[in-house]
């Protein structure tokens, strides 16, 4: 079990980039996959990208492929959301979350289930 802390949201202009942050407590970090996802208002929560334990295996969205970037580093127990050429349709609040992994090359899919969540940060983007 890991504690989640989320800092990097905030307002940008459309065609700005934002970088967020997850900050892990706990010395089991690399036995977890990370996701992130994220909930506009009135919309269900959606996946945005995952990373396996290693940091090697990613996947994404379809919506966000070749815009954002999903990493981890696992000495410093922190996953980052690199964002791009962000749109004002990305505009949501975006939360980390870890799953527990048995393989290091495993990247949990869309649908799969995570055991901690962070407490989510607002990112917003204006036309």
């Known amino acids: 079990q890991v504690q989640l802390v989320q800092s990097g949201g905030g307002l940008v202009q459309a065609g700005g980039s934002l970088r967020l942050s997850c900050a892990a407590s706990g010395r089991t970090f690399s036995n977890y996959a990370m996701g992130w996802f994220r909930q506009a208002p009135g919309k269900e929560r959606e996946f945005v990208a995952a990373?396996?334990?290693?940091?090697?295996?990613?996947n994404y969205a379809d919506s966000v492929k070749g815009r954002f970037s999903i990493s981890r580093d696992n000495a410093k127990t922190t996953v980052y959301l690199q964002m791009n050429s962000l749109k004002p349709e990305d505009t949501a609040v975006y939360y980390c979350?870890?799953?527990?992994?048995?393989?290091?090359?495993?990247?949990?899919?869309?649908?799969?289930?995570?055991?901690?969540w962070g407490q989510g940060t607002q990112v917003t983007v204006s036309s």
């Open positions: 979350a870890a799953r527990y992994a048995y393989y290091s090359s495993y990247v949990p899919h869309p649908g799969a289930s995570y055991d901690d």
């Open positions: 990373v396996s334990r290693s940091g090697g295996d990613t």
